[in-house]
Structures are given as C-alpha cells and as structure tokens.
C-alpha cells in the first residue's frame, strides 16, 4: 500500500505561482509512476502531469510551459510547480501513484483545493 498525503495549495491570484507537494509513505523508485490530477466542479478528473521512476514526464497540453513536475527520491516527495496560474486551473488537485507490483494498482491522497481569482 501507498499512503499519499497532498499539501500546499491554497489561494492565489491570476499569474501567479504555487508548489503542491505529495508526500508516499514508502520509497517511489518502487513506484512505477506519479501523477497529479485535477477536478473542477462538475467535471471529471483529469491527468495534469505525471513521472515515471525513471524520470520520463508527460504534461496536459493546458498546462505545458506553466506547470513542472519534479520528484526528491530522499523524501519519498513529488511536487508541482505551478507558475503562471489561470482561473481555469481552479480545481482540486490530486496525487496518485500507481504501482505494478506486486499487483497493479492505483493510490490516490485526499486532495488539496487550488484557487485562482482576483
């Protein structure tokens, strides 16, 4: 099992930055991939960006050159930079691991609510 736990979100204005953080509760070189994923009000969730344990990337075309996604494998801890903040990334945003062995299987954390607004 994967606990995840999401913080650093919060309220900021348009153009602005925030870090989100997601701390696993055991080492991601055993996790196969990383994510964080996005819900606005009444739409579903959404992939925003993801690395693997070999430090592959991939970016929702929404947020590339805004948005980067790193990892600290001594703190177990993957991040999102966000710069550049829009309205429309108002959501909440999500963590996910997703392991492969020794069965697949998705981990999601509770959420942390991103606000963007004058």
């Known amino acids: 099992q994967v606990q995840l736990v999401e913080s650093g979100g919060g309220l900021v204005q348009p153009g602005g930055s925030l870090r989100l953080s997601c701390a696993a509760s055991?080492?991601?070189?055993?996790?196969?991939?990383m994510a964080w994923y996005r819900q606005a009000p009444g739409k579903q969730r959404d992939l925003v960006a993801e690395?693997?344990?070999?430090?592959?990337?991939n970016y929702a075309d929404s947020v590339k050159g805004r948005f980067t996604i790193s990892s600290d494998n001594a703190k177990n801890t993957v991040y999102l930079q966000m710069n550049s903040l829009k309205p429309e990334d108002t959501a909440v945003y999500y963590c996910?691991?997703?392991?492969?062995?020794?069965?697949?299987?998705?981990?999601w954390g509770q959420g942390t609510q991103v606000t963007v607004s004058s």
């Open positions: 690395i693997t344990s070999g430090s592959s990337t």
């Open positions: 055991r080492s991601i070189f055993s996790i196969y991939s």
């Open positions: 996910n691991a997703f392991v492969v062995a020794p069965t697949r299987a998705d981990y």
